[in-house]
């Protein structure tokens, strides 16, 4: 059995929290985040990897305040937010891909080469 992902937030204190829908792909090879950014831009969302974890940063435009608008209630957060996602095997960080398509952020975030599991057959030789 695989050991979960651990998500760690990491802004104590703050209701506004980036939520995530992880899983593997069916091959194992790799694993799927998806992240609902509504609104934001590419080029307001950072994303960091290491070998064992995989921070996703927003940093959004903030509206001018003298757009004109008098707001009765505010909801959606317009604060820079942050998450760590911390992985149960080492990641291969130079193939993580990233794409922003209808305001959900789609990370696939593959195992290093090493973690993956593999079936090895008796008799073949060895490279």
């Given at each position: ?11 104590p204190?703050n209701n ?26 590419p080029?307001e969302i ?23 608008r ?44 090493a973690?993956r599991?593999?079936?090895?057959r ?6």
């Amino acid at each position: 059995m695989t050991e979960p992902i651990r998500p760690v937030y990491t802004e104590p204190g703050n209701n506004a929290q980036l939520v995530a829908d992880i899983y593997e792909t069916a091959g194992g090879e790799a694993y799927v985040l998806e992240i609902p950014v509504p609104g934001l831009k590419p080029e307001e969302i950072v994303i960091e990897a290491d070998a064992y974890s995989l921070t996703v940063s927003t940093d959004p435009e903030r509206a001018a305040p003298d757009s004109g608008r008098k707001y009765i209630q505010r909801e959606q957060s317009a604060r820079p937010m942050s998450r760590l996602f911390e992985f149960p095997v080492e990641i291969d960080t130079d193939n993580v891909q990233a794409g922003l398509e209808n305001g959900i952020l789609k990370i696939r975030v593959p195992k290093a080469a090493a973690a993956r599991r593999r079936v090895i057959r008796v008799g073949q030789a060895a490279a």
